[in-house]
């Protein structure tokens, strides 16, 4: 159980183009969805907080017109990269945590997004 | 904001050896969450922790909620080669209204030499 997916896995896209990553609970229903940024070799950093059917909180220093998260359903959130820049090329990984007492998140395989 | 200083950085073994990595913190956490990351991977969970003192064990890993609720380790007895790859604490917050965002520690990455 508690299995996430994400798509696309890889994505290679040209400056100034926009690209869409889903992140999708498989097994249950999360109310709360996490977007986190990786670089080579560190941690998670989060970017933000979706919960269903509100708007999502950004971290501070995260661009909320630059990465669109929508939060529509129970199992469905998705982080849109707007005008995307070659430094914007990172490993995006989403969570998903069952429910609203559970603290436990659950990963996605993650999205390696180059821009060219 | 609330960080986590997680040791050591990177290990190197040989298969067969223990392995011992620790997480501290300056604030207190309600949940300690260990996770193991492969390469090109989201991280997988490894073991929740929900209670101060609690020591748990998932197969070769074993794992301690510290009784201060500002630490955590994590065991790995007896290495294999698929243990590699990049190791992470996470606490669960304490209370407000945070969403259960976790704060994760820097990471271990495990090198097991066969």
């Known amino acids: 159980g508690a299995v996430v997916s994400q798509h696309p896995s890889r994505v290679i896209c040209k400056s100034g183009t926009s690209v869409k990553i889903e992140c999708r609970s498989l097994d249950f229903q999360a109310t709360t969805m996490f977007w986190y940024r990786q670089f080579p070799k560190k941690s998670l950093m989060l970017m933000a907080t979706?919960?269903?059917?509100?708007?999502?909180?950004?971290e501070q220093g995260v661009e909320k017109d630059k990465f669109l998260i929508n939060h529509a359903s129970l199992t469905l959130s998705t982080l849109t990269v707007t005008s995307a820049h070659p430094e914007d090329s990172s490993f995006y990984i989403c969570s998903a945590k069952p429910g609203t007492s559970s603290t436990e998140q659950y990963f996605g395989p993650g999205t390696r997004l180059t821009v060219t | 904001g609330q960080q986590l200083n997680q040791s050591p950085q990177s290990m190197f073994i040989q298969e067969g050896e223990d392995v011992s990595m620790n997480c501290t913190s300056s604030s207190i956490f309600n949940t300690w969450l260990w996770y193991k990351q492969d390469p090109g991977e989201g991280p997988v969970l490894l073991i929740a922790l929900y209670k101060a003192g609690e020591l748990t064990s998932n197969g070769r890993l074993t794992a301690q909620f510290g009784i201060t609720r500002k630490d955590s380790f994590l065991n790995i007895s007896a290495s294999i080669p698929s243990d590699v790859g990049i190791y992470f604490c996470a606490g669960g917050p304490a209370g407000g209204t945070s969403y259960g965002k976790l704060t994760f520690g820097q990471g271990t990455i495990l090198t097991v030499h066969p």
């Open positions: 979706s919960n269903e059917g509100s708007k999502a909180t950004y």
